[in-house]
């Protein structure tokens, strides 16, 4: 069964530093693109970052390029989001994705529409 668990999420105060985890269980994610999403209530989901299958390329939104890191540990099965100079408007649900068409883009894609499985999201409030 494929599962995606998402964890690392929590208040933080403006300026401040949280690592999401996104973490693989029922299949081999070093197969597959992933991506980070975020949604606040009454907005639709969007996208953050994404990284690649093969050869570990990724790509940011610009709202969060240059303070959002996305990475992956195969041997934890697990793909991370570093995430520093945090900001309020940063406050959302993150969720992470693979799956469906994401592994046909080049590198990635930030599209929603294009992951099938989805974790059950972890919540980020920055606020002081």
């Known amino acids: 069964q494929v599962q995606l668990v998402e964890s690392g999420g929590g208040l933080v105060q403006p300026g401040g530093s949280l690592r999401l985890s996104c973490a693989a269980s029922?299949?081999?994610?070093?197969?597959?693109?992933v991506g980070w999403f975020r949604q606040v209530p009454g907005k639709e989901r969007e996208g953050v970052s994404c990284?690649?299958?093969?050869?570990?390329?990724?790509y940011h939104a610009g709202s969060v390029k240059g303070r959002f890191t996305i990475s992956r540990d195969n041997a934890e099965n697990t793909v991370y989001l570093q995430m520093n100079s945090l900001k309020p408007e940063d406050t959302a649900v993150y969720y992470c994705?693979?799956?469906?068409?994401?592994?046909?883009?080049?590198?990635?894609?930030?599209?929603?529409?294009?992951?099938?499985?989805w974790g059950q999201g972890t919540q980020v409030t920055v606020s002081s």
């Open positions: 994705a693979t799956g469906g068409y994401s592994g046909t883009y080049y590198p990635c894609t930030i599209d929603r529409d294009e992951y099938d499985y």
């Open positions: 029922g299949f081999a994610l070093d197969s597959y693109a």
């Open positions: 990284i690649s299958s093969s050869n570990g390329r990724t």
